[in-house]
């Protein structure tokens, strides 16, 4: 009778803790669920706002209020080293830079043996004269103090040197240039010297150095992609960190104490979930100053389906939309400190069959299957035409009619006779994602890439559209070397042999 008491007590028991187990699971699969649906509801919220010309964000996002003062918001453009070449011709100062906050020098690489960077193109960065184009364009240099007999021994040369000169000189134009290292092809580089402290460290020593040697505002960041393993996502990290804290050291050096502007880190960073979910996101962010999220590139040649490449919405989690708040309801970051990615380029798909034509704006030519990507006509190769890349300026497609997709916030256009779908931004496009970074409350925007801006003609121009929808509220932060205690510590770090020295002392000579 005992045994048969405490057998029944032991079922009991048994029975109580699976039921406690059984309730514990329908609590965490409920609240998975109503985490989704919530994080969906919000996506629709925000779309059906924008389309409804509402203009509202959730509490969610607005609660978030960004810390510091407001500077304005980040508008920027990538430059590329390979843009002077045929067939592009696009130089620094083709940039609309009165209407930039930012210029990301693109790229600087690192060499996998001795952890060091360095130049990709030094003729293109350091050797070119630009400074006769450039006179030419503008009548005259903008420095009346220069002529033709000491411009040559005193102005910095190379794409690097002319923005150096065109962010220093010119009273107009208050921007910072940011020295971007890494891109598509130094992804492995970047995985050797996170596996190897000497190769690390020589890294961070000589990118601060290079930084500053050449006259540069701040680093950029652009590994594609850390893989999700033991190493790459907590060297990322240590990388970054060691880093900021190399910055923090030389701005100790010049200032002796706090400052209120700084040398500035940032991050290009992916804005696919399946690359970001096991990067530990919260503790980089801590030590960065934007996250350049790449919103782009979702559709292409690799798609199984045709799609716009930029657009803003979606109904899968390939969209601006879902990596900005994936960044900021997964991870914690601060809206103001993620820059909305944008492309001044159009992808292109060639449909299979015709059953689009007639076509008509109200045609489906997304999610379709594609033999192709294109290739673009005459005209396009002229402006740097690679097959399935169309730069903007050179867009829509002759004989096509432009399109606009309230739905996704993408432009596109469809060329019937040769069956090519275009997606990309226009101004209308991107007036939309103005407004969509003023209400979310982010840091502004970035594209890729400067060579593909209309800048002959202003109504068509991304940058303009943009920051005219930002009401021109722009950030007007000037050079750190427009500080005199950066040029007097540049020239007693570097003397006579520094880069920028006889410019430098040109500049302190008039004050």
């Known amino acids: 009778m005992v045994e048969h008491s405490q057998h029944h007590r032991s079922n009991t028991s048994i029975i109580s803790h699976l039921l406690i187990l059984l309730i514990a699971i329908t609590i965490i699969i ?159 580089n970047f995985k050797t010297i996170v596996k190897n402290e000497k190769l690390l460290q020589n890294f961070v020593d000589s990118s601060v150095e290079t930084m500053f040697k050449l006259g540069f505002d701040g680093i950029d960041i652009d590994w594609e992609f850390p893989e999700n393993n033991k190493v790459e996502p907590q060297g990322y990290l240590k990388l970054v960190r060691m880093l900021r804290l190399k910055l923090n050291s030389l701005e100790s050096q010049i200032f002796g104490g706090s400052t209120k502007d700084h040398f500035e880190l940032s991050i290009a960073a992916p804005a696919f979930k399946d690359k970001l979910y096991f990067l530990p996101i919260a503790e980089i962010d801590q030590y960065i100053d934007h996250w350049n999220m790449m919103t782009y590139d979702y559709y292409g040649s690799w798609s199984e389906t045709t799609g716009y490449h930029s657009n803003l919405f979606s109904e899968t989690e390939l969209s601006g939309n879902f990596a900005i708040h994936y960044m900021i309801g997964e991870f914690g970051v601060n809206p103001r400190k993620l820059v909305l990615g944008m492309a001044a380029y159009g992808r292109s798909f060639h449909i299979k069959d015709d059953k689009f034509r007639p076509f008509t704006k109200n045609t489906v030519l997304i999610n379709q299957q594609f033999k192709g990507v294109g290739k673009p006509g ?35 256009c469809f060329d019937e006779k040769n069956s090519i779908f275009i997606g990309y931004d226009n101004t209308e496009s991107i007036k939309t994602k103005a407004d969509y970074v003023m209400h979310t409350e982010l840091g502004g925007g970035f594209w890729w890439e400067s060579c593909g801006e209309d800048y002959a003609d202003k109504s068509r121009s991304l940058i303009n559209a943009f920051n005219e929808a930002l009401h021109f509220n722009v950030s007007s932060k000037p050079s750190m070397f427009q500080d005199k205690r950066v040029m007097k510590y540049y020239l007693s770090k570097y003397g006579d042999g520094g880069f920028l020295a006889p410019y430098l002392k040109h500049l302190e000579s008039l004050k």
Not at 388 to 412: C, F, H, M, R
Request: net charge negative; with cysteine.
């Open 30 to 188: 409920e609240m998975c669920l109503y985490n989704k649906l919530f994080k969906n509801q919000r996506s629709e919220d925000i779309r059906d706002n924008f389309q409804n010309g509402r203009h509202q964000v959730p509490n969610m996002v607005q609660n978030q209020k960004p810390s510091g003062d407001d500077d304005g918001y980040v508008s920027g453009v990538y430059y590329s080293n390979w843009s002077p070449y045929k067939p592009r011709f696009h130089f620094p100062h083709d940039i609309n830079l009165e209407q930039v906050s930012h210029v990301y020098y693109a790229f600087f690489r690192i060499d996998p043996k001795t952890g060091c960077i360095g130049s990709t193109d030094s003729w293109s960065d350091l050797e070119m004269d630009l400074y006769k184009p450039l006179a030419i364009k503008a009548s005259q240099l903008v420095d009346d103090n220069l002529d033709d007999n000491n411009m040559q021994s005193i102005l910095p040369l190379g794409c690097i040197g002319e923005l150096f000169y065109l962010k220093n000189a010119c009273s107009g134009r208050k921007f910072k240039s940011i020295m971007s290292i890494g891109g598509w092809s130094d992804s492995e």
């Open 378 to 412: 005459k005209e396009i190769d002229k402006a740097d035409g690679k097959e399935g890349i169309w730069p903007y300026k050179n867009l829509p497609k002759k004989g096509t009619t432009e399109q606009y997709d309230p739905k996704y916030v993408s432009a596109y």
